[in-house]
């Protein structure tokens, strides 16, 4: 079955950085555009950045711009998103995704219709 599992979540601090990372199994990992959503507590799922299959032109939503660089390496079905000067509005449950076949790009941030496969979140939390 195919497996998106997470890791690199933690307690931060406020300026703090943080690298989480994706390892997909039970898919071709190089098929699929990949993405990385959070939620926090009693808000909507929201696109923070997405990377196609080839790792050309990646997306970054506004709230994070300049903050955070999404990065993919194939060869080890993984993918990366390097937080830095880490917010406590960045304070959420972040999930990996992959999509097949996105039919608009950035598909992160137009909803989540083009995502075939979840992982279980890692969280993060940017506190004092």
């Known amino acids: 079955q195919v497996q998106l599992v997470e890791s690199g979540g933690g307690l931060v601090q406020p300026g703090g950085s943080l690298r989480l990372s994706c390892t997909g199994s039970?898919?071709?990992?190089?098929?699929?555009?990949m993405a990385w959503f959070r939620q926090a507590p009693g808000k909507e799922r929201e696109g923070v950045s997405c990377?196609?299959?080839?790792?050309?032109?990646?997306y970054y939503a506004n709230s994070v711009k300049g903050r955070i660089t999404i990065s993919r390496d194939n060869a080890k079905n993984t993918i990366y998103l390097q937080m830095n000067n880490l917010k406590p509005e960045d304070t959420a449950m972040y999930y990996c995704?992959?999509?097949?076949?996105?039919?608009?790009?950035?598909?992160?941030?137009?909803?989540?219709?083009?995502?075939?496969?979840w992982g279980q979140g890692t969280q993060v939390t940017v506190s004092s």
């Open positions: 995704a992959a999509g097949v076949s996105p039919r608009r790009w950035p598909f992160c941030s137009l909803g989540r219709e083009d995502v075939n496969y």
């Open positions: 990377i196609s299959k080839s790792g050309t032109t990646p």
């Open positions: 039970g898919l071709t990992f190089d098929g699929y555009a």
